[in-house]
């Protein structure tokens, strides 16, 4: 076998060039990646909380929680009403979408430098297959959370992953 060969060495190094190149086109910003998924995910998911975040995030509530906390103190997001008492849901402010509309625009050129040789259909073929690729690991990561939690346990394993990049 040669790392040419390995899938997931394939994707990492994927992953970091696409990364290095979005940071590039973000230099002249204050804003990172990971703002545009959190905005992304509030406006597609109004009064979402922080460990929905933190898990778009790829990470915890705590990652959630200090996102939506620096994108709060630079006016971007507000804390509302959540799903229940105990949660505040997160909101975009008209600054928070007038930033999401410009980091769309920054991604929507990081997406054009990574698709160059890709055909618009062998770039929806390429999506779909991440797709796949990413619900074999969200099955594997489930199976793993039952085999962790007591017998017996109630409620559903929570989702990870993220869709929005």
């Known amino acids: 076998m040669k790392l040419a060969d ?60 200090k996102v939506a906390s620096r994108l709060e ?13 105990r949660s505040k849901g997160l909101h975009l402010t008209s600054e928070g979408e007038a930033a999401l509309a410009d980091l769309l625009e920054r991604h929507s050129r990081a997406e054009a430098l990574l698709a160059t040789h890709l055909t618009p259909d062998e770039r929806a073929t390429l999506l779909r297959l991440l797709a796949k690729v990413q619900r074999a690991i969200d099955e594997e990561e489930a199976d793993l959370r039952e085999e ?3 017998r017996g346990a109630a409620g559903p394993a929570p989702q990870g992953g993220s869709e929005t990049g």
């Open 148 to 150: 962790k939690s007591p």
């Open 73 to 85: 103190a630079r006016g971007l997001l507000t804390r509302g009403k959540g799903r229940d008492r």
């Open 6 to 65: 390995i899938l997931g060495y394939q994707l990492d190094m994927v992953r970091c060039a696409a990364l290095r190149s979005l940071h590039r086109l973000l230099a002249d910003s204050p804003l990172r990646p990971a703002d545009t998924t959190a905005l992304l995910l509030v406006r597609e998911q109004p009064g979402c909380d922080q460990t929905m975040l933190g898990r778009a995030l790829a990470g915890n509530r705590m990652v959630g929680m």
